[in-house]
C-alpha cells in the first residue's frame, strides 16, 4: 500500500520568501503526483500535476519536482503571498485505478 | 466550463438515519471517486465509479455506499449514521484512465448528532 508523507506539517513564512514543501512516497511505481490546495473547510484545488515520465512541472510561481527512484517530490513556490496561506496536499495514486493517497498536508501561513 | 459540484453543501443529521449526498463530475469525465475527510484520520478514499461500475473500494464498513448513473453523476449513501461519521465528504472528478488529473468539488460537511 501506497504511504505518502509530508514535511514539514506546518510553515509560517514571511511575506516574499521562497519556500520549498517536501512529499515521499513509498511506492515508486506511479503514474503521476499531484499537488492541491486547500483552504479551510473548502475542497481541493488541483496546483499541479506531474506525469511519470516528467521531471518538473510549473504554473505562474509554483513549481513542483518529481523524483521517482528517490520517492520523492517537492513543491516550490516562489515569492509567497499572504493569498498562499492554505493547506498543501500531495497525492500518488495507486497502480489499478483512481484512488489517490494522500499525505498529511502541510499547513502554510504567509505573513505580510 | 462548469467544475465538480456536490449538494447539498451541508447537512446535520440524527445518529441511526441515513443520508445521501450527490456528486456531479465535470461535464465529459467518466470516473467518480469519494474521499472522507477528517481531522484525525485526513482523506481517506472510500470508493470509485468509472463508466456505473465500482472500479475500487476502500476499507470503509458496509454501511457506505454509493453508485453511479449514466450521465455519470454519483450518489454515495450511509446507512445508521454514527457520531464518527461527520466529516467533510469529497467527489472527485476524472476524464477517463488512471493517468489523468482529478478535480474535487467543494465537498459536503456532514455532521451528525
Known amino acids: 500500500k501506497q504511504e505518502v508523507t509530508q514535511i514539514p506539517a506546518a510553515l509560517s513564512v514571511p511575506e516574499g520568501e521562497n519556500l520549498v514543501l517536501n512529499c515521499s512516497f513509498t511506492?515508486?511505481?506511479?503514474?503521476?503526483l499531484q499537488w492541491f490546495r486547500q483552504d479551510p473547510g473548502k475542497g481541493l484545488t488541483s496546483l499541479l500535476l506531474?506525469?511519470?515520465?516528467?521531471r518538473e512541472q510549473t504554473s505562474g510561481r509554483l513549481n513542483a519536482s518529481l523524483d521517482k527512484s528517490s520517492g520523492r517530490s517537492t513543491l516550490y513556490i516562489a515569492a509567497s503571498q499572504p493569498g498562499d496561506s492554505a493547506t498543501y496536499l500531495c497525492a500518488a495514486p495507486s497502480n489499478t485505478g483512481n484512488q489517490f493517497y494522500f499525505g498529511t498536508g502541510t499547513s502554510l501561513t504567509v505573513i505580510p | 466550463k462548469a467544475g465538480v459540484t456536490q449538494t447539498p453543501r451541508y447537512l446535520i443529521k440524527t445518529r441511526g438515519q441515513q443520508v445521501t449526498l450527490s456528486c456531479s463530475p465535470i461535464s465529459g469525465h467518466r470516473s467518480v471517486s469519494w474521499y472522507q475527510q477528517t481531522p484525525g484520520q485526513g482523506l481517506q478514499f472510500l470508493f470509485e465509479?468509472?463508466?456505473?461500475?465500482?472500479?475500487n473500494k476502500g476499507n470503509f464498513p458496509g454501511r457506505f455506499s454509493g453508485r453511479q448513473f449514466s450521465n455519470s453523476r454519483s450518489e454515495m449513501n450511509v446507512s445508521t449514521l454514527e457520531l464518527g461519521d461527520s466529516a467533510l465528504y469529497l467527489c472527485?472528478?476524472?476524464?477517463?484512465?488512471?493517468?489523468?488529473?482529478?478535480?474535487f468539488g467543494q465537498g459536503t460537511r456532514l455532521t451528525v448528532v
Open positions: 506531474i506525469q511519470s515520465s516528467q
Open positions: 465509479y468509472f463508466s456505473e461500475t465500482q472500479r
Open positions: 511506492d515508486s511505481a506511479i503514474y503521476n
Open positions: 472527485a472528478s476524472s476524464l477517463a484512465s488512471d493517468n489523468t488529473e482529478a478535480f
